[in-house]
């Protein structure tokens, strides 16, 4: 988030620093003076060439999107028979939770998921529950209920083909996902 | 994503195509017997007259019905002189000497609409008496359902059990990234898609009459129950609450599903229409897990899976919803309860302690429980409607399948399919006569 504020500042200072014309001795044509241009010492005088301030687009980076920023990472894992949110994962989750407190027109599902072992309706409930923590953890730390969906895919909808512990784990998961992705 | 539309032309040109096709199409799965029953019947079944012109073998479907249940022994029918079709040719003393107890003979004759008469008689080799004997009058597509009944009339004379065999199943394969809910017959043949869709789709549960199936959808994004009519084809939604909706299980009276909603947080379960108006009512009031509804067959009660004791386990409800019972209390995982038909006993899934899940049957009123399988993952426990077998789900080289076993553990079966992972089967209830 503060990375976001300080881009947003630097942005803001470029932007305000572009249109402000220099006046320079009489008879020679004023320009627009950029602080990133290198300027000529001497002027050409009488150009009779009409210049015009180069517009400066404000680029801003979609932090959920942005790879340098947590709100791009979505997905919590849990272990075995688990829905309890593991503590590296609480940045994660406390990162999502102040963008919605921060953004009250954003929404989200939380969509559970668990390995393949066991019955699938079994799975549908305990996906749900991881789900439902996440949701829980956001709602402690400032986001709206009205802004989070919960629903689960139980084994239906694995990341990670495979019988290997290694797959089951990457399939323990709960996945954020805005509304509009 | 496909627009409803789109998928409307998709799913007529998908019923199109398979009313095309000729219905002595392929068999989609085969069968693999293991294991016998406690007793078998010596029985021999001689080839009907003129049968050998027709494109359906009757005596052949009815062989192998009788053979698949493991209850029954054929005995060799080839090589009398001459080959008997009426009771009065029939040749007892060398029958017996055979070692058949049973012995069937019929004939079959084209009428002058197209149809043909197909009559049998069941004799019994040792008594030298007519234990039954029907005429069925049915065109050339009928011949195999025919050969299905005349096979429930054997089965039923000798075991003292109604037959199977002209029951339905259903189950789910998954092709590559589509899902298709399949109906086939009882043996795994003619096959149809009933519903297809590139999003998974699970637990589908037969209507009692035979007419509807609700299943769960994933093609929302998230779960949701249909209820598919088989006549028109069409599918209507009649649980899609906030959350997720699923675990759709029909009351006896064919009006009403319990199903399971996460609308008010948790899973829980709930009462909805078939017809999908009206809201829900809810009959758990837990803060845990409470899923699996499975009515018994007098409608009183429901089984269902819980784990407010801690971890998974099976719990018996009045089916209005109220205190529940615990039914089991062996290992730390079970789950997936289905009622037997006759009421006696239900067969569910248990966790083993090496991590393995199968299949076992719990008897009501000695509460004993015996294991019936020892697969890795066995699940999806289904009883054929004569409550002597259970159609579940199970896995060989890497791919699911579908495999029965007999109520008392001793027959077992497996269905192969040409190609595709099969999971999710739910036997059809008994036809009419």
């Given at each position: ?181 | ?10 799913y007529?040109?998908t019923v199109l195509l398979f009313a095309a096709l000729p219905l002595a199409a392929r068999a989609a799965l085969t069968i693999e017997i ?21 494109p359906q073998k009757i005596?052949q479907v009815v062989a192998a019905d009788l053979t698949r249940s ?68 049915a065109?050339a597509g009928d011949l195999r359902q025919i050969a299905h009944k005349i096979a429930d009339?054997?089965y ?7 037959g199977v065999f002209a029951t339905k199943i259903t189950y789910i394969v998954k092709r590559?990234?589509t899902f298709e809910l399949q109906v086939a017959d009882a043996d795994g043949y003619g096959p149809q898609t009933v519903a297809s869709s590139?999003?998974?789709l699970i637990s589908p549960a037969w209507s009692p009459d035979g007419t509807r199936i609700a299943y ?12 598919l009519n088989l006549a028109t084809g069409?599918s ?102 289905r ?40 699940e999806s426990p289904s009883f054929a409607p004569n409550?002597r077998m259970i159609l579940y789900a199970s896995h060989m080289?890497?791919r699911g399948i579908l495999a029965a076993v ?6 077992k079966q497996r269905f192969l399919e040409n190609a595709g992972d099969v999971r999710e089967p739910a036997w059809g209830p008994a036809g009419k006569?």
């Amino acid at each position: 988030m503060r990375n976001v504020v300080t881009t947003l500042v630097v942005l803001g200072v470029l932007a305000g620093c572009s249109s402000t014309p220099t006046k320079e001795q009489e008879g020679a044509s004023v320009e627009d003076r950029k602080p990133t241009v290198s300027q000529p010492a001497q002027k050409p005088a009488d150009t009779g060439v009409a210049t015009k301030p180069l517009e400066t687009k404000t680029v801003t980076v979609n932090p959920l999107k942005d790879p340098a920023n947590v709100l791009s990472k979505r997905s919590v894992y849990f272990d075995y028979d688990s829905n309890i949110v593991k503590d590296e994962f609480k940045p994660l989750v406390t990162a999502h939770a102040k963008y919605l407190s921060q953004n009250r027109t954003a929404h989200v599902t939380v969509q559970g998921n668990t390995d393949e072992r066991g019955s699938r309706e079994y799975n549908i409930a305990l996906g749900q529950r991881r789900a439902d923590a996440v949701k829980q953890m956001m709602q402690l730390l400032g986001a709206s209920p009205q802004q989070i969906e919960t629903v689960s895919f139980g084994e239906e909808k694995p990341r990670a083909e495979g019988n290997d512990e290694k797959a089951y784990a990457e399939n323990r998961r709960a996945d954020i996902v805005y509304q509009g992705e | 994503m496909t627009t409803i539309l789109t998928r409307r032309i998709a799913y007529w040109l998908t019923v199109l195509l398979f009313a095309a096709l000729p219905l002595a199409a392929r068999a989609a799965l085969t069968i693999e017997i293991v294991g016998a029953g406690a007793t078998q019947i010596p029985i021999a079944i001689v080839p009907f007259r003129t049968e050998e012109a027709l494109p359906q073998k009757i005596t052949q479907v009815v062989a192998a019905d009788l053979t698949r249940s493991g209850l029954f022994k054929m005995v060799d029918a080839g090589g009398m002189v001459p080959v008997p079709y009426e009771p009065e040719q029939l040749n007892y003393p060398q029958w017996q000497a055979r070692g058949a107890e049973a012995v069937v003979i019929g004939t079959i004759a084209q009428m002058s609409d197209g149809r043909y008469d197909v009559r049998f008689r069941l004799m019994d080799a040792t008594k030298q008496t007519q234990l039954a004997g029907y005429a069925y009058f049915a065109p050339a597509g009928d011949l195999r359902q025919i050969a299905h009944k005349i096979a429930d009339v054997i089965y039923e004379k000798l075991t003292g059990d109604p037959g199977v065999f002209a029951t339905k199943i259903t189950y789910i394969v998954k092709r590559g990234k589509t899902f298709e809910l399949q109906v086939a017959d009882a043996d795994g043949y003619g096959p149809q898609t009933v519903a297809s869709s590139t999003e998974p789709l699970i637990s589908p549960a037969w209507s009692p009459d035979g007419t509807r199936i609700a299943y769960v959808s994933f093609e929302r994004r998230k779960p949701v129950v249909n209820v598919l009519n088989l006549a028109t084809g069409q599918s209507r939604a009649v649980a899609n609450f906030s959350g997720s909706n699923s675990a759709p299980a029909w009351a006896p009276d064919g009006r009403r599903l319990a199903v399971v909603l996460t609308k008010d947080g948790g899973s829980q379960i709930y009462m909805v229409n078939a017809d999908g108006g009206g809201g829900a009512t809810r009959l758990t009031h837990t803060s845990s897990i409470d899923t699996e509804p499975n009515f018994s067959p007098d409608g009183q009660w429901i089984l269902f899976t819980s784990d407010r004791g801690g971890g998974p386990q099976i719990y018996r409800m009045p089916a209005s919803g109220g205190q529940a019972q615990r039914m089991t209390f062996e290992g730390s995982y079970n789950v997936s309860p289905r009622h037997s038909p006759d009421g006696k006993s239900f067969a569910f899934v248990q966790r083993t302690g090496g991590g393995q899940f199968n299949l076992a049957v719990q008897d009501f009123a000695s509460r004993q429980v015996q294991g019936l399988t020892d697969g890795r993952i066995d699940e999806s426990p289904s009883f054929a409607p004569n409550s002597r077998m259970i159609l579940y789900a199970s896995h060989m080289g890497g791919r699911g399948i579908l495999a029965a076993v007999s109520s008392d553990g001793r027959v077992k079966q497996r269905f192969l399919e040409n190609a595709g992972d099969v999971r999710e089967p739910a036997w059809g209830p008994a036809g009419k006569k």
